[in-house]
T-cell receptor
Framework: GDSVTQMEGPVTLSEEACLTINCTYTATGYPSLFWYVQYPGEGLQLLLK?????DKGSNKGFEATYRKETTSFHLEKGSVQVSDSAVYFCALQTAGNKLTFGGGTRVLVKP | GAVVSQHPSRVICKSGTSVKIECRSL??????MFWYRQFPKQSLMLMAT?????????EQGVEKDKFLINHASLTLSTLTVTSAHPEDSSFYIC???????????FGDGTRLSIL
């Protein structure tokens, strides 16, 4: 079945450091890929998405490129802020709009 | 952007009480709504998928009689936790999607605590 694997956290960084969260997937067909962010006590917010191979999703300084050859969708940000502290979920979507989530990666950015 | 409202945000009840959680899409018609459960520091577990006007499809291991889902309109779905017990305490999150292959938009979640 479909699955998403992302690096375990927590990831602790200093402000202005570079962030990379690895995400790989297995799926039948051609899924859409997403990154969601969850702030403490809240639901999930869509951060970015890509719907086909080589697409790059970007938002709020975050980027991720849909790599079909490596079945990956790594999340990157060049300079993090304290406000980026959250849990980040990689997910894929197949037919029927059903999402399969990775385990989540907690990111803590210190001033 | 698309907005999904979930209510209540927090509820504390005695064991044996039934609790209803509402999920509304405020600015779009949601043909499909999803209900998730999230345990502390874990990922989201899909409980069920509901399409407007039809019965919900439950994931394996989720009790249909325990978690009643109604999707009576294109903007509202409800989850009722019947005769809740402490083990039902969790963070419940709904999401809604418009058309096929559209992204899901999430509510802010409901923290349910059963004493």
């Amino acid at each position: 079945g479909d699955s998403v694997t992302q690096m375990e956290g927590p990831v602790t960084l200093s402000e202005e450091a570079c962030l990379t969260i690895n995400c790989t997937y297995t799926a039948t067909g051609y899924p859409s890929l997403f990154w969601y962010v969850q702030y403490p006590g809240e639901g999930l917010q869509l951060l970015l998405k890509a719907t086909k191979a080589d697409d790059k999703g970007s938002n709020k300084g975050f980027e991720a490129t849909y790599r079909k050859e490596t079945t990956s969708f790594h999340l990157e940000k060049g300079s993090v802020q304290v406000s980026d502290s959250a849990v980040y979920f990689c997910a894929l979507q197949t037919a029927g709009n059903k999402l399969t989530f990775g385990g989540g990666t907690r990111v803590l950015v210190k001033p | 952007g698309a907005v999904v409202s979930q209510h209540p945000s927090r509820v504390i009840c005695k064991s044996g009480t039934s609790v209803k959680i509402e999920c509304r899409s405020l600015d779009f018609q949601a043909t499909t709504m999803f209900w998730y459960r999230q345990f502390p520091k874990q990922s989201l577990m899909l409980m069920a998928t509901s399409n407007e006007g039809s019965k919900a499809t439950y994931e394996q291991g989720v009790e249909k009689d325990k978690f009643l889902i109604n999707h009576a309109s294109l903007t509202l779905s409800t989850l009722t936790v019947t005769s809740a017990h402490p083990e039902d305490s969790s963070f419940y999150i709904c999401s809604a999607a418009g058309h096929q292959n559209q992204p899901q938009h999430f509510g802010d979640g409901t923290r349910l605590s059963i004493l």
